[in-house]
């Protein structure tokens, strides 16, 4: 069955960065498209991008170009998303999800989720 | 940017309640919205793609109708598991989530 298992909860302090990891299991990682998504305590959902694994192209939601990069290692079937230059509002808990199916970029399934909390 | 929103932001209901909840976009999106449901701390889980096409294993109480600007996700008959936070998502242009419709216990 599909599993996409997130990394630990980080604590960072403003200005750091921080990379959070999503392993794929139970599908062919680099046949769909793997999207994350956070949020925010008691807020709603902001998409923010997502990669091919099968190439690894991105794209961004503007907010989000420049300081955002999502990359991936197929030899171990895990995509990562990084933040740079980290403030309080960044504070949230990000989420990975697979494509629903092949042709439907949709995101279908989702990982558990990363709560990050970052402190001044 | 697409832009979406639902109304009504908070609905109290009861078990066995039909439920409606609205989602507009900013613009036409045809067809390529869905809908999630999501838990106090859960991921959020696909229940409708396609306005309304039901994801497999969602039950049959739920559904949806819509297209263009405006949609809705209707739960027939409300169970006790239904209570949540429910989203939409326009995926017509990159992905923008609606702000969210908490169903509550009346």
């Known amino acids: 069955q599909v599993q996409l298992v997130q990394s630990g909860a980080e604590v960072k302090k403003s200005g750091a960065s921080v990379k959070v990891s999503c392993k794929a299991s139970?599908?062919?990682?680099?046949?769909?498209?793997i999207h994350w998504v956070r949020q925010a305590p008691g807020q709603g959902l902001e998409w923010m991008g997502w990669?091919?694994?099968?190439?690894?192209?991105?794209n961004y939601a503007q907010k989000f170009r420049g300081r955002v990069t999502m990359t991936r290692d197929t030899s171990i079937s895990t995509a990562y998303m990084g933040v740079s230059s980290l403030r309080s509002d960044d504070t949230a808990m990000y989420y990975c999800?697979?494509?629903?199916?092949?042709?439907?970029?949709?995101?279908?399934?989702w990982g558990q989720g990363t709560l990050v909390t970052v402190s001044s | 940017d697409i832009q979406m929103t639902q109304s009504p932001s908070t609905l109290s209901a009861s078990v066995g309640d039909r439920v409606t909840i609205t989602c507009r976009a900013s613009?036409?999106?045809?067809?390529?919205l869905a809908w999630y449901q999501q838990k106090p701390g859960k991921a959020p889980n696909l229940l409708i793609y396609?306005?309304?096409t039901l994801e497999s294993g969602v039950p049959s109480r739920f559904s949806g109708s819509g297209s263009g600007t405006e949609f809705t996700l209707t739960i027939s008959s409300l169970q006790p598991d239904d209570f949540a936070t429910y989203y939409c998502?326009?995926?017509?242009?990159?992905?923008?989530f609606g702000p969210g419709t908490k169903v509550d216990i009346k």
């Open positions: 998502q326009q995926y017509n242009t990159f992905f923008t």
């Open positions: 613009q036409s999106i045809g067809i390529w």
């Open positions: 999800a697979k494509q629903r199916a092949y042709g439907d970029l949709l995101p279908g399934y």
């Open positions: 396609k306005a309304s």
């Open positions: 139970g599908y062919i990682f680099t046949d769909y498209y």
């Open positions: 990669v091919n694994p099968h190439t690894g192209g991105t």
